[in-house]
């Protein structure tokens, strides 16, 4: 259900300082915003001047309370783009509720950022995919969405943006097709797909029977949790 803590973690104040303090820190305007999924922190190694910042330094950034779990901010620059990239994510399972899980992706839209890519270790589902795929989302479904569990849900702030945003094209068509491109001239076409991703709260893998029905419901991929997103099941029995 959508509960109070839901909606009014913080206040549009809250978000401005967080943003002026770190911009007082860097000289980095990034345009580019990097969540990395599990062990995909190492995005962040190829940037160069890069500037790291601590979540638990960052005034009202949630903490990462999984032990041994990195959680930074890292600023840098490729090839002449600043970039910041968050290293450690938050999860809704973890006990974090949706305004903290989504409270660094409004930091970077008051920064300036202008595209952000979501990476994951998920799972697939699509009989046709195999382990170590990459899937370009092309679109998703937010299953706790449906159930009222949803970070947009509570008093609106228009200046996030409206209060029924439209979400026919939520992923650009013409970066999905520049990842091909690139893809495809990296001569990685044989494992890059796309396709509609999952969202699920977790913290469990679905059973056999939760799969199914994600696969019948369009779904080529699933996550929500940390860790390394093994599959608990055998798509032979899913798709029997
Ligand atoms: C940012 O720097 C300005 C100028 O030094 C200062 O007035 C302001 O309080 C700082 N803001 C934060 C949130 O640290
Ligand atoms: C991709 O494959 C083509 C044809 O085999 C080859 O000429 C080219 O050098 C390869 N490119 C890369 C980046 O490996
Ligand atoms: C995938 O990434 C999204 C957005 O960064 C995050 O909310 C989700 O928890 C991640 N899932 C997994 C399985 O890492």
New binding site residues.
């Given amino acids: 259900m959508h509960t109070k803590e839901n909606s009014c973690c913080c206040s549009f104040e809250d978000y401005k300082m967080t943003t002026e303090w770190l911009l007082n820190q860097t000289n980095h305007r990034p345009k580019v915003a990097v969540?990395c999924?599990?062990a995909l922190g190492l995005l962040a190694d190829g940037a160069t001047n890069k500037q790291t910042f601590r979540y638990q330094d960052i005034p009202n950034f949630p903490v990462s309370t999984v032990p041994g779990h990195e959680g930074c901010l890292v600023f840098g620059t490729i090839e002449d783009t600043s970039c910041v990239f968050m290293k450690g994510?938050f999860?809704l399972c973890e006990g974090y509720s949706l305004c903290q899980?989504t409270f660094p992706v409004r930091i970077f839209k008051l920064m300036g950022v202008e595209c952000l890519l979501?990476?994951?270790?998920?799972g697939g589902i699509c009989p046709d995919f195999k382990v170590g795929d990459i899937m370009i989302i092309k679109d998703h479904i937010n299953l706790p969405g449906f159930a009222g569990q949803h970070p947009l849900c509570g008093p609106n702030d228009e200046r996030f943006g409206i209060r029924f945003p439209c979400m026919s094209d939520a992923y650009s068509k013409d970066l999905r097709t520049l990842v091909l491109d690139v893809g495809s001239e990296l001569n990685c076409s044989r494992f890059i797909r796309t396709g509609v991703y999952c969202?699920v709260s977790g913290p469990n893998f679905e059973t056999i029977a939760e799969a199914r029905m994600l696969l019948t419901l369009g779904c080529d991929s699933v996550?929500?949790?940390?860790g390394d997103?093994r599959m608990c099941f055998c798509l032979s029995d899913v798709t029997r």
């Fill in positions: 969540i999924g599990s994510h999860h899980v979501v990476t994951n270790a998920s969202m996550g929500k949790t940390r997103r």
